[in-house]
């Protein structure tokens, strides 16, 4: 298993160059900090305090310590990005998971009432929904479906990645 750590629990930090990637992990519940810095040396200390795996593009970026865990992507766009962890066995598809973090906090969302969403969200969308989450970070409302524009889809390609992945 990639690095001996149970891909459940891999937390990330991806690189200045992998903004989107990192949403989009998030979107699938993994625990993932963007960090906008240039500051290398910095980038790697928090990496360690905080036990991240390194996401970067820079192909000069290696390892100091055993302890540090730095993963290359080579594809250019997100969605490709996502499906090159998947086929390397970083992450996987966890159904629990999915959506389970505000997109742009990285924190766990919460479910809330229904009376709590009333009035925050658009009326057909609280007479559609049964569930509703914050984020008690930011107070942002999701709901399921309410992952900016074609998320599902996303996701329903990865599955498709995966599936074959594993037939493999
Ligand atoms: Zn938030």
């Given at each position: 298993m990639a690095f001996g750590l149970n891909v459940?629990?891999?937390?990330?930090?991806a690189d200045r160059m992998l903004g989107k990637l990192a949403k989009e992990l998030r979107m699938l519940g993994y625990d993932t900090i963007y960090y906008r810095?240039?500051?290398?040396?910095?980038?790697?200390?928090?990496?360690?305090?905080?036990?991240?795996?390194?996401?970067?593009?820079?192909?000069?970026?290696?390892?100091k310590r055993p302890e540090d865990r730095i993963i290359r992507v080579t594809e250019d766009n997100p969605l490709l990005?996502?499906?090159?962890l998947i086929q390397k066995r970083y992450i996987s598809l966890n159904e629990e998971n999915l959506f389970s973090r505000c997109l742009l906090c990285n924190v766990l969302i919460d479910e809330i009432s229904?009376?709590?969403?009333?009035?925050?969200?658009?009326?057909?969308?609280?007479?559609?929904?049964?569930?509703?989450?914050k984020c008690p970070q930011?107070?942002?409302?999701?709901?399921?479906g309410s992952h900016q524009g074609n998320m599902q889809k996303k996701v329903d390609e990865l599955r498709l990645a995966e599936s074959r992945e594993h037939r493999a």
């Open positions: 459940r629990a891999m937390k990330f930090l810095g240039e500051d290398a040396h910095q980038m790697i200390q928090l990496a360690r305090q905080e036990g991240r795996v390194i996401l970067t593009r820079n192909t000069k970026l290696i390892p990005q996502l499906k090159e229904r009376e709590e969403a009333e009035g925050k969200v658009p009326d057909f969308i609280f007479y559609q929904q049964k569930a509703f989450y930011c107070g942002r409302i999701y709901w399921q």
